[in-house]
Each structure stands twice: as C-alpha cells, then as structure tokens.
C-alpha cells in the first residue's frame, strides 16, 4: 500500500503533519484536500500557497515506480483543487462593480506531459507551473523517502519598484491566461493606468480552424511583452485574446480582420468567418470599451484627471531577418503619439514625460523618444479617451519598436525589457507631479 496522503496546510505550518483520517479509519478518498489559510493574495514561487505532505513510503512499501505514479496524481489533484478555488474567486470578482478592488489572476496551467526520473536522483519538477515536488531520501526498495509539494498561484507579479536586483529573467516576462480569459484589470488608488492591448495571443478554436494564418504569423504583429512594461503602474489593464480575433485599437467597424488590406496585406482566412462569428468576437470589443468607461469614471470621480499610457510595440524588420530594418530616422525607439489629444491642454503632462523618457539610457545611449513619427496615435483606444473624457483624461499612446525582442522568432531580450520597464516606471512620479501641479 502506498503511504497515506496528508491533507494540504497553510505555508506556515509545518508542524508534524497526521495522517488525514476520520472515525471510519484512514481515509481512502483522501483526493479530498483540505485548503486552508492561503486567503486571495498573489503569490509566485518564492511565496507559495500551500504545503501538502503527500506521502511517508516505508521501507516495506512496493516499487518506488508505482508510488511515484500514484503521487504525481495526488499532486496534481491538490493544483486542480487550488485552481477551482481561484476561479470561483475570479469570478466573485470580476462580478462586482466596477471601481473594485480588481485582481489579476491568472490560472494554474495544465501538465503537458508526465514527470522524468533517474534512479536514485532528485526528480524532475512536476511540468506545471502549479506544482514542484522534490523527494527527500534515495527511492530504494530498502530506504524509507518522503515527498513534499509546494503549491503556489502561477500569477502576475505585485507591482515592483525598480531595482538592480530585477534580472528580468525569461521565466517571468509573460503570463499565462486561461484560453477563456478576455481581459484582466488590477484597480489602484492612482490616476495613473497602464494597458496593453495588443499583448494578447489567443484565438477562440472556432476561429482557429478557419485560419489560413498561422500562430507564428499573429505573433508576428501582435504585441508580446508589453505587459512586463507596465507592471510598477498602479492600475492596469491587459486584453488576453489576439488582435487577430478582435482589435480593440480599431473601431467596432473595423476590429476584425476581413481582408488583407486591413491586416498588413496578410492573407488570414482560409475561409471568411460567418457574421455570426464576427459578432460573437466584436461582442469583446463593446464589453471592453464599457469596462473602460466605468473604470476610468471612478478614477476622475476619485481624481479629478487621470493618464492612461497606451503601450503597443511595433516591426522594424519588416523584410526578412537578415534584411536591412527601418532606418532609425523613420523608427524611433519610443514614438510618442498625439493625434487626438488636445496637445495644448495636457502639454503641462506630456513635456515632462517626454522628457523623462529621454533622460534615461538605453544600449549606451540616451532613449531615442520623438513625437508622431512612425505613428501619430491614432487608435480606437486614446480617441475613445479623449471624446469621452476631454477634460479629465490624457491618454498618451506609446509604440516601442521591437528592439527588445527578434520579431521573426519571438524571443525576447530580458535586459531591454527591464530597461524599457525602469524607464515607464521612472516617469510615473514625473507624471503624478504634473497633474498635481494643474489640479
């Protein structure tokens, strides 16, 4: 028989652990873990969740292959566990009323294949981001081991003040939505809002299957990372579904992709989705813009102004990898668009922004900032700011060109990122000082 499974406890207590059993003896269905003590905050691998004693193997149990088997389960039953419980409190959430006190949350990913071992070694961690186990003691017939499994949330990181210690390492430069997620918002008491848009890359199946374009050909022209950007603003908003299902940065009209000549001359359908299709993607579309308003009206309730910074990315390698990129003239490393706003009105706001962004160094070099060059800001979302808010709200659409990833094969550069990111958040005293100088 396979050793006892102990019921999951709080984090911070790792007192002995007793068997879970009740009067009936131990308990067989023992797959009911018990959560305790892990409340609604965010937590990432250093902070996790849980602590779950799965199993004692004693040194007369049979082969370690099948108690391995058998534990692999119970620990990926105690994540499924800690999952339904978050999504029933992202639920809870995301059903009050706007104004409240939002969460990211993002759920636990599923395992994508089964753990590998090595005789008498440490295994491999469980491939899930929900659940690591390592075994304490060598998995002989003759030798008594224990396993442990630390639970955390795979979520998006409390916002961080920079520092030299961030390494901004690839293992958390992204985030990882649930395929049913529209959007996520993290609510502050700020006037400041960071969103991304564009950050999005999944495609509802339905619409998937109809596609002549590929997964690497969205990525392409979408805009990965820019949530990293934004992570030290106090409120945030992050769209999960690719532009390619729906553009929030175009108007209803336009926001989904039927012909080449709105999507960069990319042939995307292999057969044309059916209207109700388009509606089904353009209903995102009125239901973002309606969280938007209600969200942006409780921040001038409670500020009287308020800055949105619109962060997208753009291609400068249009050509091929190895061809030539834009010249630098035509492709500013940060363009700064204005087209709807009232430039005279918010000049106060965004001169010291501009000029905060320019102050700081990038590859060796001052940050190359300009002004409606390669994009004038002419998108769906600041015009949508600026004809609903004209005196309460700057929206400021900012387009980093791609300098902090390969645009052809996706892979980020972990040191551009952060600087990209120490810079946003550098400017954002700058920011709250401007609006506090004009209240």
Request: proline share 8%; hydrophobic share 40%; charged share 25%.
């Amino acid at each position: 028989m396979v050793g006892q499974h102990r019921p999951l406890l709080p984090i911070g207590d790792r007192k002995t652990i007793l068997p879970h059993s009740d009067r009936h003896g131990p308990v067989r269905r023992d797959r009911q873990f018990r959560l305790a003590g892990t409340g609604e905050r965010a937590f990432d691998r250093r902070r996790p969740i849980g602590f779950a004693r799965l199993a004692d193997r004693s040194a007369n149990a049979p082969g370690e292959l099948a108690f391995i088997a058998q534990n692999r389960q119970v620990a990926l039953q105690a994540c499924g566990l800690v999952q339904r419980r978050q999504q029933h409190q992202h639920i809870e959430r995301q059903h009050r009323k706007s104004g409240a006190d939002f969460t990211h949350y993002v759920p636990l990913p599923v395992p994508h294949a089964a753990p590998s071992y090595a005789r008498g070694a440490t295994p491999d961690p469980l491939r899930t981001q929900g659940a690591h186990c390592r075994m304490h003691g060598t998995p002989r017939k003759d030798a008594p081991f224990r396993t442990e499994c630390l639970l955390w949330q795979n979520t998006q990181k409390r916002p961080m003040a920079p520092s030299n210690t961030d390494t901004g390492t690839a293992q958390n430069l992204s985030i990882f939505p649930a395929p049913t997620d529209l959007w996520s918002v993290h609510r502050a008491v700020s006037p400041l809002i960071g969103t991304a848009i564009h950050n999005g890359h999944h495609v509802r199946p339905e619409l998937v299957e109809q596609m002549a374009l590929g997964e690497a050909g969205r990525l392409r022209e979408e805009d990965p990372f820019t949530e990293f950007t934004i992570r030290d603003v106090p409120n945030r908003v992050v769209f999960h579904r690719s532009r390619f299902e729906v553009d929030l940065n175009r108007a209803r009209d336009g926001a989904v992709y039927l012909t080449p000549d709105q999507a960069w001359g990319l042939d995307i359908w292999r057969r044309q989705p059916e209207p109700a299709l388009v509606e089904r993607s353009l209903r995102a579309h009125d239901g973002y813009y309606a969280m938007l308003e209600a969200m942006l009206s409780g921040i001038a309730a409670d500020h009287g102004q308020f800055v949105l910074l619109d962060i997208h990315s753009y291609n400068h390698r249009r050509n091929g990898a190895d061809a030539a990129p834009t010249p630098a003239e035509q492709a500013p490393v940060v363009n700064i668009g204005t087209f709807s706003m009232d430039r005279a009105r918010w000049a106060h706001v965004l001169d010291p922004f501009i000029e905060s962004l320019r102050s700081t160094s990038f590859m060796g070099r001052p940050m190359d900032v300009r002004e409606n060059v390669a994009f004038a800001g002419k998108g769906e979302q600041t015009r949508f700011v600026h004809e609903r808010f004209p005196r309460s709200g700057c929206a400021i659409a900012i387009e980093f060109k791609k300098v902090f990833m390969d645009e052809w094969t996706g892979a980020p550069d972990p040191g551009a990122l952060l600087a990209l990111r120490r810079m946003i958040a550098a400017s954002l005293p700058v920011l709250l000082e401007s609006l506090e100088a004009h209240a």
